[in-house]
């Protein structure tokens, strides 16, 4: 599945990897399309993926652990970019990302910041509000027994991230 607002197709055997914003677009479109193969790809061996306020996950080992959570059957993972912007290594990236378990959609907003060094992510760091998840997680969970209060996916770079 292609990200949502800024669609980026997955890369051709590293073809058009050639800034770190197009590392991460292809990471997050890979992770969008359950490619764990190419996701992997994209990530050096000694990464560090953090949700602040959580434990952070350290190394290539223990963030496959986190890509196989999003391979379970049942499960999905979708992002839409509402903006991208890159200086030297670093990218930083303002996003709706919506988890999917079963029929629940849960539909937040993030900000990340992406390190990257020599075509491979070494640092993953999101941010969020706590309370816009919980907020999130009723409405999937309403959205289930009521379909029309089912978040949907933005339309454009202008709709509010997490709406």
């Known amino acids: 599945m292609p990200i949502g607002l800024h669609p980026v197709p997955a890369p051709e ?8 914003q197009s590392v991460v677009e292809a990471f997050l479109a ?17 990464i ?9 996950v350290r190394g290539r080992s223990e963030f496959g652990r986190v890509l ?9 993972f979708e992002v839409y970019l509402h903006s991208i912007a890159a200086e030297g290594s670093t990218v930083l990236t303002e996003r ?12 937040f907003w993030v900000w990340g910041r992406f390190e ?8 993953w760091r999101d941010s969020f509000d706590f ?21 949907v996916s933005p ?9």
């Open 13 to 20: 055997s590293g073809v058009g990897l050639d800034s770190p």
């Open 30 to 46: 890979a992770l969008a399309a359950k490619d764990a193969e190419t996701a992997d790809a994209l990530i050096d061996d000694d």
């Open 48 to 56: 560090e993926y953090v949700n602040v306020s959580l434990p952070a």
């Open 68 to 76: 196989a959570l999003l391979s379970r059957p049942g499960t999905g």
């Open 96 to 107: 709706t990302d919506v988890v999917v378990i079963g029929s629940v959609r849960i539909q």
């Open 116 to 123: 990257v060094r020599d075509g491979a992510i070494t640092l």
């Open 131 to 151: 309370v816009d998840i919980a907020r999130a997680t009723v409405r999937g969970l309403i959205g289930v027994a009521l379909p029309s209060l089912r978040p």
């Open 155 to 163: 339309s454009d770079t202008k709709a509010a991230p997490g709406r």
